[in-house]
C-alpha cells in the first residue's frame, strides 16, 4: 500500500530561516503526521491476530530531515509509539557512506532545526536509529541491481548488522530490463553470482534473533 499526504486547500509551504542553515517549513506535515498514526492505529486494531502492519518509508517523507526538505508526513518519534509491527527503509542506493560499521549515529529530527541529508546507505540506517524508533522493528530494503545495493552487498549487511538490524527486504529486480522484472524460468534472477549466498550467510548467523527476510519489497 503506498500512502501519499495531500494538503489541505490553502495549506501552503512557509520557509523561515533556522539558525542550521536550513529552511523549515510550516507545512502539511503538522497535521498529516498525527493523522497518519491515529489512521495505523485504527487499521491495526481491525487486522486479524497473526497478520503485521508495516509502513513503507523513503528517506522523502521523513520529518525532521532534509531529505524531505523538511516536510515529510512520517514522525518517527511518534511511529515508535504506535502500532505498527514493522518499518522498511527502502535504501536502494550504491553509496555506502562513511562509519559503516561505527554502528548506529542517530540524527537528531527536529522539525525546527532539521538535520542534513544523508542520502547514502548508513545515512539512512541512522535515520533508522533516530526517533526512538525500536530496531527489532526495523527492516531494511536492498536491491539487487547496480544501481541498487547490489555493488556494496556485503558491506551494507556488515553496516545493517553493526546497528542491531536483524531483518531485510529484498527487491530482486533483474539488470537492464528497465522494468521490475526479476523472475525467468529457472525462479529469482541474482545479478551478482554473490548476492544470495550474502544473503543466504545473513539469514544463517541472525536465525536465533528471528531474523525476516521479504523478497520483493514494496516499491515507490
Given at each position: 500500500?503506498?500512502i501519499?499526504?495531500?494538503?489541505p486547500?490553502?495549506?501552503?509551504?512557509?520557509?523561515?530561516?533556522?539558525?542550521?542553515?536550513?529552511?523549515?517549513f510550516?507545512?502539511?506535515?503538522?497535521?498529516?503526521?498525527?493523522?497518519f498514526?491515529?489512521?495505523?492505529?485504527?487499521?491495526k486494531?481491525?487486522?486479524?491476530?497473526?497478520?503485521?502492519?508495516?509502513?513503507?518509508?523513503?528517506?522523502?517523507?521523513v520529518?525532521?530531515?532534509n531529505?524531505?526538505?523538511?516536510?515529510g508526513y512520517l514522525d518517527?518519534?511518534?511511529?515508535?509509539?504506535?502500532?505498527?509491527d514493522?518499518?522498511i527503509?527502502?535504501d536502494?542506493?550504491?553509496?555506502?557512506?562513511?562509519?559503516?560499521?561505527?554502528?548506529?549515529?542517530?540524527?537528531?529530527l527536529?522539525?525546527n532545526?532539521?538535520?542534513?541529508?544523508?542520502?547514502?546507505?548508513v545515512?539512512?540506517?541512522?535515520l533508522m536509529?533516530?526517533?526512538?524508533?525500536?530496531?527489532?522493528?526495523?527492516?531494511?530494503?536492498?536491491?539487487t541491481?547496480?544501481?541498487?545495493?547490489n555493488?556494496?552487498?556485503?558491506?551494507?549487511?556488515?553496516?545493517?548488522?553493526?546497528?542491531?538490524?536483524?531483518?531485510?527486504?529484498?527487491?530482486?529486480?533483474?539488470?537492464?530490463?528497465g522494468d521490475?522484472?526479476?523472475?525467468?524460468?529457472?525462479?529469482?534472477?541474482?545479478?551478482?553470482?554473490?548476492w544470495?549466498?550474502?544473503?543466504?550467510?545473513?539469514l544463517?548467523?541472525?536465525?536465533?534473533?528471528?531474523?525476516?527476510?521479504t523478497?520483493?519489497?514494496?516499491?515507490?
Amino acid at each position: 500500500m503506498t500512502i501519499a499526504a495531500w494538503g489541505p486547500s490553502g495549506c501552503q509551504l512557509k520557509p523561515t530561516w533556522s539558525p542550521s542553515s536550513n529552511f523549515v517549513f510550516d507545512s502539511c506535515h503538522i497535521p498529516y503526521a498525527g493523522k497518519f498514526v491515529a489512521f495505523v492505529n485504527k487499521f491495526k486494531a481491525q487486522l486479524g491476530s497473526g497478520l503485521l502492519l508495516t509502513v513503507d518509508v523513503i528517506a522523502s517523507n521523513v520529518d525532521g530531515d532534509n531529505c524531505s526538505g523538511n516536510n515529510g508526513y512520517l514522525d518517527l518519534h511518534q511511529l515508535a509509539g504506535s502500532a505498527i509491527d514493522r518499518l522498511i527503509i527502502e535504501d536502494y542506493t550504491s553509496t555506502l557512506g562513511s562509519g559503516s560499521s561505527a554502528g548506529c549515529q542517530p540524527v537528531t529530527l527536529d522539525h525546527n532545526n532539521p538535520a542534513p541529508c544523508d542520502p547514502s546507505f548508513v545515512g539512512q540506517l541512522n535515520l533508522m536509529c533516530s526517533g526512538g524508533f525500536p530496531a527489532n522493528k526495523v527492516v531494511v530494503g536492498l536491491q539487487t541491481v547496480s544501481s541498487g545495493t547490489n555493488p556494496i552487498a556485503g558491506q551494507a549487511l556488515s553496516a545493517l548488522e553493526s546497528r542491531g538490524f536483524t531483518k531485510v527486504a529484498v527487491f530482486p529486480s533483474a539488470e537492464g530490463t528497465g522494468d521490475y522484472t526479476y523472475l525467468s524460468s529457472a525462479g529469482l534472477v541474482a545479478d551478482k553470482p554473490d548476492w544470495y549466498s550474502l544473503l543466504e550467510q545473513f539469514l544463517a548467523a541472525k536465525n536465533t534473533l528471528n531474523a525476516a527476510v521479504t523478497v520483493g519489497a514494496p516499491s515507490p
